[in-house]
């Protein structure tokens, strides 16, 4: 076999390849820059088409959204108000006035009333007006509807619930409409079953009602002079009819230097009893603790003296009645936790703890304004030492 040197090979057909594939090469380059300017080009028609139709779309969602508002503002206008009406004869949730803690001036008050119920005769031959209005007046937390509910449960009467969201419709016009109408089922029951007894509650009537020279007021006369004259209607036609308001500030106006807080002196005449709801003493709360951390097989977690004890702190811890059922309710989920896991439990470690993790405790619903840290800390730290003693 014949072999060529390498030094006498011919390389010329060699260069002349090379050149022509430099050559090819550029090309291609040049092609894709042209092919990528292209793609580049058509995203970009693509992404500004994209966004004049989603433009187009979310203009079109916004028409559709407001036009669904009209017209649920427009159904709302005619939507008719449903009373509802609640039995709690057997609603074992619902505890009768007598079983409450404390509220001794309204136990009384509502005990009389029912004597003079049975005796009407007797009633008008002393010249005594069946009573029609009641008005509830106390910080938050209180026992205000909770009182409201309790004499409907001794009464065994119907219990009617003018909820405020009544009087959130932005035209006064048709929440005085609704109130009237409302008022006027309420009036047709009454007349249906003239010998039963029917509470009717309204809560935060200051927050819903015009108050005076107040900068609050939501609606105009209109709405008040319509709530007064209801008030007077269901007074005159229906004697079964006990009208409950609440507030959760004071409505004449007496304990606080600041107008604002008075209620519509019309709709407060209109009130033919009035009843202040306080914070709980320590009696009160020691009654209320105990009821609420008495475990269903009757186990007792404090003793006597530790209740007491137990008392008076969340009284200089300035609690209502909600923060102790709120207390308790945690607490109980602590013990219940433990007991679960480690067949036992410290009620007296898991109250200091819960406690400790409130933020709400020390609130001061009068003043708008939470306890020191420093003092709160002090007297949960007496506390937790008194337990352990």
């Not at 475990?295 to 702190?313: H, L, P």
């Not at 207390?327 to 400790?356: H, P, Q, T, W």
């Amino acid at each position: 076999m014949l072999i060529t040197p390498i030094s006498q090979t011919n390389y010329s057909f060699k260069k002349e390849d090379s050149r022509s594939v430099q050559t090819k090469q550029n090309k291609n380059k040049t092609d894709r820059v042209l092919l990528y300017s292209l793609m580049g080009f058509s995203a970009l028609m693509a992404i500004s088409m994209l966004d004049r139709t989603s433009k187009t779309r979310l203009q079109k969602l916004f028409a559709e959204e407001v036009e669904c508002k009209n017209k649920t503002r427009e159904i709302n206008l005619h939507k008719p108000v449903e009373m509802e009406i609640k039995s709690f004869k057997d609603d074992t949730t619902v505890e009768s006035i007598d079983n409450l803690v404390g509220l001794n001036k309204i136990k009384d008050f509502v005990n009389k009333y029912q004597t003079l119920l049975s005796n009407k005769k007797t009633a008008r031959e002393h010249n005594i007006e069946p009573v029609s209005s009641i008005l509830f007046w106390g910080v938050p937390g209180t026992g205000k509807t909770t009182a409201a509910k309790g004499i409907a449960k001794k009464l065994d009467a119907d219990f009617i619930q003018i909820d405020k969201e009544l009087f959130d419709s932005e035209f006064v016009s048709v929440s005085a409409r609704q109130l009237t109408t409302l008022v006027d089922q309420i009036e047709q029951h009454a007349k249906n079953n003239p010998n039963k007894q029917i509470v009717v509650f309204m809560d935060e009537i200051d927050g819903t009602m015009s108050i005076d020279k107040g900068n609050n007021s939501k609606h105009s006369e209109d709405l008040v002079n319509t709530l007064k004259k209801a008030m007077t209607h269901l007074q005159q036609e229906c004697e079964n009819v006990i009208f409950i308001g609440a507030t959760n500030k004071d409505p004449n106006g007496l304990k606080s230097d600041n107008t604002a807080v008075r209620l519509n002196t019309a709709i407060l005449s209109r009130f033919n009893y009035q009843f202040e709801l306080d914070l709980p003493q320590p009696k009160y709360i020691k009654e209320a603790w105990e009821k609420l951390i008495k475990t269903q097989s009757g186990k007792v977690k404090f003793t006597d003296r530790q209740n007491e004890i137990i008392s008076q702190k969340f009284h200089e811890l300035g609690m209502s009645y909600r923060d102790i059922k709120n207390i308790s309710n945690k607490m109980n989920i602590e013990d219940a936790v433990e007991f679960c896991r480690n067949g036992s439990y410290n009620s007296k470690k898991n109250l200091i703890k819960v406690l400790r993790e409130d933020e709400k405790i020390g609130y001061n619903s009068v003043k708008k304004q939470s306890m020191e840290q420093k003092k709160k800390e002090c007297i949960i730290k007496e506390l937790e030492e008194s337990l352990s003693k």
